[in-house]
């Protein structure tokens, strides 16, 4: 399992969110990043998840 980094902004810059997981791989990272903001309602702000090599898994701005 890899730890994947989930953060989200506010349009400030402030972070809301800042979660690791563990995931598989980065198509299962990306799905458990979509459900952990939508269960947030955080979909729409500013997000990001990135893998342990630093490879963006999401992005929204």
Known sequence: M????LTAF???G????????QAEHDDEAKEI???LLSE????ERTHR????SGKLI????
């Open 33 to 35: 990043g979509e459900k």
């Open 14 to 21: 402030e972070k809301i969110l800042d979660e690791s997981f």
């Open 10 to 12: 506010e349009r400030n």
């Open 58 to 61: 999401l992005f929204h701005s």
């Open 40 to 43: 947030k309602s955080l979909l």
């Open 49 to 52: 998840c990135a893998s342990p």
């Open 2 to 5: 890899k730890t994947y980094k």
